[in-house]
């Protein structure tokens, strides 16, 4: 008896190791309008280099940081959902649409850590994107809560009504993976009977953690571009995608 009790220690410390492990999940917000290779190579590589148990994809309501996305919630969210289908951690959530204005960051993480109070967090993004981070709503508090992810991206842009034709993506491979994020500190010092506040301005420094992969020079407003433009997308989107688009006549209006 002490045998087979000795034997089933391991099996049972496995078992509740397992219990209380944290789970690893991230979160991947974005417009996706639509989904393209990119977004799904940037996924993979999170997955795969940093052991992550999950990637929740998170097509943004409206971005408060862009301009307003070209097709409705309905159909990004049905894009993703076609593109990931069949993955076995890859998620998708319509956690931003029940906001039905502004999405910000902060509102989903809030959201989505309500249903998996004990996860390890991390919050993958494209490079460009990561260095606007200081200019969102409580950064501060993003910052600190997740573990960030950072995709390399050197490109230009499609030519764009939106955008200038040729504008540089802000951030490509050689930059480093560092934002300075301001802290509102107020202090307060007596002297004499007067009492003192002032305002200091010190810096959070965080540092992302870079994805291992190449360059990928495809984006979505490229995608739209040659919709527009009538040119073909086939592998620039996954196949589902570019029927669904093709279907329902997605991004044809010049
Ligand atoms: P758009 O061209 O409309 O600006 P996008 O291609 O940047 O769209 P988003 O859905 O806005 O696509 O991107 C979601 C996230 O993925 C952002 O953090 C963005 O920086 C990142 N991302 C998208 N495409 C790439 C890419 N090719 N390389 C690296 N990061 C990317």
Redesign the pocket.
């Known amino acids: 008896k002490l045998l087979t009790d000795r034997m089933k220690l391991p099996f049972i410390r496995y078992n509740v190791n397992a219990l209380i492990k944290m789970p690893n999940i991230a979160i ?6 639509p ?2 290779w ?2 799904l190579l ?1 996924a993979e590589t999170a997955l795969d280099q940093f052991h992550l148990d999950r990637i929740i994809w998170v097509p943004t309501f409206r ?1 408060p940081h ?1 301009a307003p996305p070209l097709v409705s919630f309905e159909h990004r969210l049905a894009m993703v959902s076609l593109a990931i289908a069949g993955h076995p951690a890859f998620h998708v959530s319509a956690v931003d649409s029940q906001q039905q204005g502004t999405s910000y960051a902060i509102a989903t993480f809030k959201a989505l850590q309500t249903l998996e109070p004990n996860a390890c967090w991390y919050w ?7 260095q606007s981070l200081p200019h969102w709503r409580a950064s501060q508090t993003l910052a600190a809560q997740c573990i960030w992810l950072v ?3 050197l ?1 230009q ?2 030519g764009e009504g939106e955008r200038a034709a040729g504008e540089e993506r802000a951030a490509g491979n050689d930059q480093p993976l560092e934002v300075a994020i301001p802290l509102d500190v107020f202090t307060s010092s007596q002297s004499g009977s007067k009492l003192n506040s002032s305002r200091l301005m010190p810096y959070l420094h965080l540092n992302g953690h870079r994805l291992e992969m190449p ?8 995608i ?1 571009q040659q919709c527009r433009d009538k040119r073909s997308i086939r592998y620039l989107v996954p196949e589902s995608v570019r029927c669904y688009i093709t279907e329902k006549l997605l991004y044809q209006m010049s």
């Not at 991947?28 to 309008?33: E, H, I, Y």
């Not at 360059?215 to 490229?222: G, I, T």
């Open positions: 991947f917000g974005g417009t996706f309008d989904i393209h990119g977004h940037i971005p862009k993958i993004i494209g490079n460009d994107a990561f995709a390399p991206r490109m842009r499609a360059s990928v020079a495809v984006s979505s407003s490229l739209r």
